[in-house]
């Protein structure tokens, strides 16, 4: 076996320190070794702010729902919040449904098709931030049970 390890040495001496080609051996691993170790260091700049983004957005998720926003937000930027967000996520057009905003309560007017789509859409206007109340004045429009 020591016989088998000197041997194999021997020929890497041999193979790398040749008078004709050991010099362009040699440099070839280098710069192949180099060139290893500088994808590596890229990998791993790359991962790294990758996970670092990764943790940053699981932080502000974290803080935003346990900190509550402390901002106060007046009440034409709260109407639009709602138009933006809980209309469009229920499917009902602002030609169908008016919203007025007094001091953080929230007035719906209009008219719906079915009683669980007002529902949901008062629901989801409750979850709006900046909306402390919500006052329903809508008419369910859909097909009636016969008498």
């Known amino acids: 076996m020591r016989m088998v390890r000197s041997f194999l040495a021997g020929i890497g001496v041999a193979y790398f320190f040749d008078p004709r080609q050991g010099t362009r051996r040699r440099r070839v691993i280098r710069d192949r070794t ?3 170790v500088r994808r590596g ?3 791993g700049v790359k991962r790294s702010r990758f996970a670092a983004g990764f943790v940053m957005g699981l932080v502000a998720r974290a803080r935003r729902r346990l900190v509550p ?3 106060v937000v007046d009440d034409g930027t709260v109407v639009q919040r709602i138009r933006s967000e809980a209309l469009r996520e229920v499917g009902v057009s602002t ?3 008016d919203v007025a905003v007094r001091d953080g309560v929230a007035v719906l007017r209009g008219a719906v098709a079915t009683r669980s789509l007002a529902d949901d859409l008062v629901a989801r206007v409750r979850g709006v931030p900046g909306v402390r109340d919500v006052e329903s004045a809508l008419d369910v429009i859909g097909p ?3 008498s």
């Open 69 to 71: 926003a402390a901002r």
């Open 95 to 97: 030609g169908d449904v």
């Open 34 to 36: 180099l060139r290893l």
């Open 144 to 146: 009636r049970a016969s």
């Open 41 to 43: 260091a890229r990998l």
